[in-house]
């Protein structure tokens, strides 16, 4: 995932207007390509950043034991981004946020990390504001040409690296992952494990799984790979270690 930021002189707003930018996601793949390049021409008035979060990161902060989850993600991303720009010197005096869950708490949570700038948070601010629209071009861009030419750290042998544009309603990319999903390691590092496409190909695909610190007859057969990632502490309580079960062992409850 991409997060980006643009930023330009309030006297200049009108010269980004002027460049016709919009909502990335109304765009075709060229359209959004010639804006960027326009972009970068105009750097005189418009800037901007960009923030890449791996399909690692997100995988291991949102299965983790303790739980990261993609909004809490994505907010902090942003508070990141816009300290960036501070920490550049750009002297930021409004921000618009195109919001990630409810509009007003997060609007609330930004105003207190940036007491003395006006901040705006709106649902499809990306069609709203042309400073966001920008930012989402800066931010589709970058992720595309990710995505397009990524490099494997795993040495697969055989890979078919015509996936697709790795989207959940592109065919060719759910055919790649029925494809190249491994029966005990599930995906390459390029797939998001939290991502609900993957996760249930993991379900039909991948093999069993027998934890070997469920003690005997918790559970009947070997469970699926994706049990191992409980959603909540009450659905898959936390068990002794075997060593401990097996010898009868407790923890004291007091001393």
């Not at 919009?22 to 010639?34: G, M, Q, V």
């Not at 105003?111 to 966001?132: C, M, N, S």
């Not at 939290?194 to 070997?222: F, K, M, Y």
Request: glycine letters at 6%.
């Amino acid at each position: 995932m991409v997060y980006a930021i643009c930023y330009c002189p309030l006297s200049r707003l009108a010269d980004l207007e002027a460049l016709k930018v919009a909502d990335s996601k109304t765009l075709s793949e060229s359209e959004r390509d010639r804006l960027f390049v326009k972009m970068e021409e105009d750097g005189d008035f418009v800037g901007w950043a960009l923030d890449v979060l791996s399909p690692n990161l997100i995988s291991t902060s949102m299965l983790g034991r303790v739980k990261y989850n993609l909004n809490s993600l994505s907010h902090d991303t942003a508070i990141g981004l816009v300290q960036y720009a501070l920490d550049q010197g750009v002297k930021v005096a409004q921000v618009f946020v195109d919001t990630v869950g409810p509009p007003e708490t997060y609007q609330e949570q930004l105003q207190q990390h940036f007491p003395g700038i006006e901040v705006t948070v709106k649902a499809k601010a990306d069609a709203l504001y042309p400073v966001v629209s920008a930012a989402s071009i800066c931010a589709k861009v970058a992720r595309d040409q990710a995505v397009k030419n990524w490099h494997f750290v795993e040495d697969l042998q055989g890979l078919d690296a015509d996936y697709g544009s790795g989207y959940p309603n592109d065919p060719k990319t759910k055919a790649w992952l029925r494809k190249h999903v491994e029966p005990v390691f599930g995906f390459p590092q390029f797939v998001r494990f939290s991502w609900r496409t993957a996760q249930s190909i993991l379900e039909t695909e991948a093999e069993g799984v027998l934890w070997e610190d469920s003690p005997t007859g918790d559970q009947e057969g070997p469970g699926r790979i994706m049990s191992y990632f409980s959603k909540s502490p009450q659905t898959l309580p936390r068990l002794p270690h075997r060593y401990f079960q097996e010898r009868g062992l407790e923890s004291a409850s007091t001393l």
